[in-house]
């Protein structure tokens, strides 16, 4: 089985404008910035022994999924989820 950096490298014809890649475990997890004809989004896919599942995060939603993140991270780790900006 191929080994790609980017999940785009399995479908060329819309290059990403960046690429992220984060393996934990057994699973690897693919962030691209990518630009279509509505605007930018992030497409998030995680692969797992070769099943991939995808969201796709339109930019403008982006900033309030980071601080959702930035809160559920908080809680992990002890903390009530208020985050400081």
Known sequence: MRNFDSDE???????????????TDRKIFF?????????????????VRGRRDTIILPIEAAQ?????MMRALDVA?????????
């Open 64 to 68: 309030e999924f980071m601080d959702a």
């Open 31 to 47: 962030l691209d910035l990518k630009e279509n004809d509505r605007g930018r989004f992030i497409k998030i896919t995680e692969d």
């Open 77 to 85: 780790n002890g903390g009530d989820g208020t985050v400081e900006d």
């Open 9 to 23: 490298e399995r479908r060329p014809h819309n290059p990403p404008l960046h690429s992220e890649k984060i393996v």
